[in-house]
């Protein structure tokens, strides 16, 4: 009797085991409600794509899943105002909230790292809970939001590809810990109050800041392409461990007063200062050796 019945146990426990692995693995999984979700529960790894439907539930919480092979996409949903997770840490594509008017609250407690993380067009939430420590993105990219704050992200990893802050006219704050951007790091369309604090930043493929209070990279060694600077209202442009931009330095239309770049050794491209009426001292650039070109619009009496 036993030897009849195990090649139908065999079968029943091979079935259930596939059941297992295809409903962790799909090509694209979309979430409406509760029961969308119960069926990610016991899955702590899923391959394939999650995307939160566009007529959703207003409150999506996945528990259980870890780590996302694919991407995750939340977009052109008005009715979401809260998603969460108190288990995602590992997503290796591409994280996309867009268009979401309503969203309130993102809980992500346990976040560690995506390939992309992407927001655009989203409200400032209220509740705003990403783990503090250990974040790595390869890209990161924030447009036409209502953030304030870009300082609850860690980005501890040495390198990202991209940083893209764009159009977010209510940004305030923005301190982020990476320390070499591969590419390119764009930074403009912020409020005409905002901070920018890169502590960790050492060198950047290319670097444009235009708008914004403050800007501090006291660590920043050396830029490959250019590095361009305008419209900030600081008297001062602290990079004292600059030495080498590969492409143009460009600083216009700056409240600036002084700069602090005296260990600037070598600009490959042209040194541009360009309507920046408080600048008369260039004193800053003690140690300028090597210029493409210069082009300087004002009066200078150093």
Same mark, same amino acid.
């Given at each position: 009797?036993?030897?009849?019945?195990?090649?139908?146990?065999?079968?029943?426990?091979?079935?259930?085991?596939?059941?297992? !692995? =295809? $409903?962790?693995?799909?090509?694209?999984?979309?979430?409406?409600?509760?029961?969308?979700?119960? $069926?990610?529960?016991?899955?702590?790894?899923?391959? /394939?794509?999650?995307?939160?439907?566009?007529?959703?539930?207003?409150?999506?919480?996945? @528990?259980?899943?870890?780590?996302?092979?694919?991407?995750? #996409? =939340?977009?052109?949903?008005? #009715?979401?105002?809260?998603?969460?997770? =108190?288990?995602?840490?590992? !997503?290796?594509?591409?994280?996309?909230?867009?268009?979401?008017?309503?969203?309130?609250?993102?809980?992500?407690? %346990?976040? !560690?790292?995506?390939?992309?993380?992407?927001?655009?067009?989203?409200?400032?939430?209220?509740?705003?809970?990403?783990?503090?420590? /250990?974040?790595?993105?390869?890209?990161?990219?924030?447009?036409?939001?209502?953030?304030?704050?870009? =300082?609850?992200?860690?980005?501890?990893?040495?390198?990202?590809?991209?940083?893209?802050?764009?159009?977010? @006219?209510?940004?305030?704050?923005?301190?982020?810990?990476?320390?070499?951007?591969?590419?390119? /790091?764009?930074?403009?369309?912020?409020?005409?109050?905002?901070?920018?604090?890169?502590?960790?930043?050492?060198?950047?493929?290319?670097?444009?800041?235009?708008? /914004?209070?403050?800007?501090?990279?006291?660590?920043?060694?050396?830029?490959?392409?250019?590095?361009?600077?305008?419209?900030?209202?600081? @008297? %001062?442009?602290?990079?004292?461990?600059?030495?080498?931009?590969?492409?143009?330095?460009? !600083?216009?239309?700056?409240?600036?007063?002084?700069?602090?770049?005296?260990?600037?050794? %070598?600009?490959?491209?042209?040194?541009?200062?360009?309507?920046?009426? $408080?600048?008369?001292?260039?004193?800053?650039?003690?140690?300028?050796?090597?210029?493409?070109?210069?082009?300087?619009?004002?009066?200078?009496?150093?």
């Amino acid at each position: 009797m036993l030897a009849r019945l195990l090649p139908s146990l065999a079968v029943v426990l091979s079935l259930r085991a596939y059941q297992c !692995i =295809a $409903q962790c693995s799909n090509a694209t999984t979309t979430l409406r409600n509760a029961a969308d979700i119960t $069926q990610l529960a016991s899955c702590k790894t899923f391959t /394939g794509t999650i995307v939160v439907a566009t007529n959703s539930a207003a409150v999506i919480d996945i @528990p259980g899943l870890e780590t996302l092979q694919g991407d995750f #996409i =939340a977009a052109n949903n008005s #009715i979401l105002t809260t998603l969460s997770s =108190a288990t995602f840490a590992v !997503i290796t594509g591409t994280v996309l909230f867009q268009n979401l008017p309503v969203l309130t609250n993102l809980t992500l407690p %346990n976040w !560690i790292s995506s390939g992309t993380l992407h927001f655009d067009t989203v409200p400032e939430p209220t509740v705003h809970d990403f783990q503090q420590n /250990g974040q790595q993105v390869n890209n990161l990219i924030v447009r036409n939001t209502s953030f304030a704050f870009l =300082a609850g992200l860690a980005l501890q990893g040495a390198q990202m590809d991209t940083l893209e802050i764009v159009d977010n @006219p209510y940004l305030q704050i923005v301190d982020l810990q990476m320390g070499n951007i591969s590419q390119s /790091g764009t930074i403009t369309g912020s409020s005409a109050d905002m901070v920018l604090t890169l502590p960790n930043l050492t060198y950047a493929y290319q670097l444009i800041v235009a708008n /914004g209070s403050q800007i501090m990279l006291p660590r920043l060694q050396a830029v490959n392409g250019g590095l361009s600077i305008s419209s900030v209202k600081s @008297p %001062n442009i602290s990079a004292p461990a600059l030495t080498f931009v590969g492409g143009d330095l460009d !600083i216009s239309d700056c409240g600036l007063s002084e700069l602090d770049l005296n260990e600037l050794v %070598n600009v490959q491209g042209s040194v541009n200062f360009v309507n920046n009426a $408080q600048l008369a001292d260039l004193s800053g650039l003690s140690s300028l050796s090597v210029v493409g070109g210069l082009e300087l619009v004002g009066s200078f009496s150093k």
